[in-house]
């Protein structure tokens, strides 16, 4: 089994990388691991490779960067062969307003890495898959991208646009047996999530998101939301008309704009 996954040095890539590492220990394994944190990726790396016995490749870099992720695409080919599943988890939030002009750049930073991290992490691999005639390319969404959230204009958008992205690459991929999963969590608990000073409802554990993560990977499912009950919250979203949606949202809480420093 070989398996490929950005934004691997916290969060919801560390777990995911545990996860595969713990289902398939001592299986002829190897995970490779892309995040920007060098010193994250050792240590995740070593924890790997001694606790459950795989090969662990790491390679520190930014999604953003296209050429860097297509060089790491065809080491890892040529290394261990074609990924047989690849996940573009590297995400970022931050509060972000259109009235402030010092926002713009967060706006371009959260689209640059939501969405165009995911095209540049898929890109490298499709050949390969393709000569293989099989694989699975997963993407994480949210569910900020069913409805506009206030004082999130720039985070729901850059995972609408994935959600619909995801679906759009799920089609293209179909006629070469090659699956596209949308992944869309509710709250998780991650650093991403630890700012947040609002109510998160049905707040999950990274561990147990990653579990049920992995396991409609292994299912082949086309669009999943985790938990569940956010599932039916986002079914719920989508039926809301936009009178009631504008009144409900008007007062609603917002993500600090300058939770992030990574821009």
């Not at 398996?3 to 595969?20: D, P, Q, R, W």
């Not at 402030?100 to 750049?105: G, N, P, Q, Y």
């Not at 799920?170 to 999530?193: D, L």
């Amino acid at each position: 089994m070989k398996v490929f996954i950005t934004g691997a040095s916290s969060g919801i890539g560390e777990a995911l990388a545990t996860e595969y590492a713990k289902r398939f220990q001592n299986k002829d394994t190897t995970i490779g691991l892309v995040a920007r944190r060098s010193e994250h990726l050792q240590k995740l790396q070593s924890k790997l490779q001694e606790t459950y016995k795989i090969k662990c490749a790491i390679y520190p870099l930014d999604v953003r960067n296209h050429q860097a992720l297509a060089t790491t695409a065809a080491d890892f080919i040529q290394q261990y062969g074609t990924p047989d599943i690849v996940i573009a988890c590297a995400g970022v939030s931050r509060g972000t307003l259109t009235e402030h002009v010092e926002d713009i750049a967060a706006f371009q930073a959260i689209m640059d890495i939501n969405v165009m991290g995911l095209v540049h992490t898929f890109q490298p691999f499709i050949a390969a898959m393709r000569q293989a005639g099989q694989g699975q390319l997963v993407g994480v969404a949210s569910v900020a991208g069913i409805r506009g959230l206030p004082g999130a204009g720039a985070y729901s958008a850059s995972k609408a646009a994935a959600i619909s992205y995801l679906e759009s690459l799920r089609v293209e991929m179909a006629q070469h047996n090659i699956a596209v999963t949308t992944i869309a969590p509710g709250y998780i608990r991650t650093p991403m999530t630890d700012v947040n000073q609002y109510k998160m409802p049905f707040l999950m554990d990274p561990n147990v998101f990653a579990h049920k993560f992995a396991s409609a990977v292994e299912n082949k499912r086309r669009f999943c939301v985790i938990p569940w009950q956010m599932g039916w919250v986002a079914r719920l979203m989508r039926l809301i008309p936009p009178f009631l949606w504008d009144f409900a949202m008007k007062k609603a809480p917002h993500k600090k704009r300058l939770d992030w420093d990574w821009l």
